[in-house]
């Protein structure tokens, strides 16, 4: 890392940080309002597709196609949160 970047949090990082969860584990707890806003608040383009699909499988279980691309993996995760 040079000198004046400053190394980004990993996607699941972030939103523990944002629900203020002391391990990403107790994001499975968080309620599922809480963790919509703190997904929607989300950029899309500050993460890797890697990351938005290990997101979709430790959040929810389920695994999606990577090639559906970011923008779609974050709907995904909001559209689980709102409708589940």
Do not use: F, P
Request: net charge negative.
């Amino acid at each position: 890392m040079r000198g004046t970047e400053v190394e980004k949090e990993e996607l699941l990082g972030q939103l523990r940080n944002i629900t203020n969860c002391m391990i990403i584990s107790d994001l499975r707890y968080v309620g599922k309002d809480v963790l919509y806003s703190a997904i929607l608040s989300l950029n899309v383009d500050d993460y890797s597709m890697k990351e938005w699909h290990d997101a979709i499988i430790y959040l929810t279980g389920n695994d999606v196609d990577k090639s559906i691309g970011k923008a779609a993996a974050k709907e995904y995760l909001c559209d689980y949160y709102r409708h589940n």
